[in-house]
């Protein structure tokens, strides 16, 4: 059963710092990887989807890795704003056959950008 | 393009009574997923749907809750009776294939 974790559970940093959040999980036979943001009250948005032949993927400020033999995703945001505190997610698409398309999620990281 | 929607956004109801959730997934998606979020907890898989067809539910946690997609388009997901532990936050998502799209989850307190 793939066991998703993401540490640190919470983070607070000052406008401008580089920060990196970790995503580890259990069983490497994956078939994607996502990281989701989350705002208060809100659904949850993809920012990043990584294949299993892929190593990372970047969009603007946000780069993720993937390093699928070792079972780790990092999320590195560049020169953090104010505007981007919320909850990050980790998912995992498992790519056994039996587990169709669900998603497994971390519990997320709690990230908040001082002014 | 409108994106998932659900529906309540909220709901409180007291043990033993009835709730049901509906989302509207975006047009022309076929599937359609429940999650499901309770304190302190990651996000649980309850269902997929293809179409009206139920692909998995090995998520669903127990005969209390009914998932149904009449016609393939909008879902619904009734609790009965609801008991405490139900409580949390209900999302549900929709694609073609690759990324999920969320809605805003239902937030389903039962006192």
């Known amino acids: 059963k793939q066991e998703v974790t993401q540490i640190p559970a919470a983070l607070s940093v000052p406008e401008g710092e580089n920060l990196v959040l970790n995503c580890s999980f259990t069983?490497?036979?994956?078939?994607?990887l996502q990281w989701f943001r989350q705002d208060p009250g809100k659904g949850l948005t993809s920012l990043l989807l990584i294949q299993s032949s892929q190593r990372e993927q970047t969009s603007g400020r946000l780069n993720a890795s993937l390093d699928k033999s070792s079972g780790r995703s990092t999320l590195y945001i560049a020169a953090s704003q104010p505007g981007d505190s919320a909850t990050y997610l980790c998912?995992?698409?498992?790519?056994?056959?039996?587990?169709?398309?669900?998603?497994?999620f971390g519990k997320g990281t709690s990230l908040l950008v001082t002014p | 393009e409108a994106g998932v929607t659900q529906f309540p956004s909220h709901s409180v109801i007291e043990k033993g009574q009835t709730v049901t959730l509906r989302c509207d997934p975006i047009s022309g998606h076929d599937n359609l997923y429940w999650y499901r979020r309770v304190m302190g907890k990651e996000i649980k898989f309850l269902l997929h749907?293809?179409?009206?067809?139920?692909?998995?539910e090995s998520g669903m946690p127990n005969n209390r809750f009914l998932a149904e997609r009449t016609g393939g388009t909008y879902s619904t997901l009734k609790v009965q009776p609801a008991e405490l532990e139900d409580s949390g936050v209900y999302f549900c998502a929709s694609n073609r294939g690759g990324t999920q799209y969320f809605g805003p989850g239902t937030r389903l307190l039962v006192l």
């Open positions: 749907f293809v179409k009206e067809s139920k692909q998995d």
């Open positions: 069983d490497s036979a994956i078939y994607n």
């Open positions: 998912a995992v698409r498992d790519q056994n056959s039996n587990s169709g398309y669900a998603l497994n």
